[in-house]
Nanobody, 120 residues
């Protein structure tokens, strides 16, 4: 089994910064992709940013230029540096890890989420 744990959320004023961390552990061979998603109350979970094992990134337009995703493959850890936060960024942020099971099968594992609240 694979366990995914996020940390680093909290309360911050508009214009401030937070750095989220996510570590995967357990029965892991290779993690192809790690990423961050967020869920605003009343809305569907949405992609924030993803990063592949070879550092190719995909970042949502809503956070591009403000958020930076990075990873440490040796530690199975992904980070999300969030700068110039706005109240619209308030959400529960979830970490996802896509783990190789076989050459043809990969499984997605989700963390429990960490709350980010941005005040005006």
């Amino acid at each position: 089994q694979v366990h995914v744990v996020e940390s680093g959320g909290g309360l911050v004023q508009a214009g401030g910064s937070l750095r989220l961390s996510c570590a995967a552990s357990g029965s892991i061979s290779v993690i192809n992709v790690m990423g961050w998603y967020r869920q605003i109350p009343g809305k569907q979970r949405e992609l924030v940013a993803t990063i592949t094992r070879d550092d190719r990134t995909n970042v949502a337009d809503s956070v591009k230029g403000r958020f930076t995703i990075s990873r440490d493959n040796a530690k199975n850890t992904v980070y999300l540096q969030m700068n110039n936060l706005t109240p619209e960024d308030t959400a529960v942020y979830y970490c996802n890890a896509r783990v190789v099971v076989t050459q043809l099968i990969q499984n997605n594992y989700w963390g429990q989420g960490t709350q980010v609240t941005v005040s005006s």
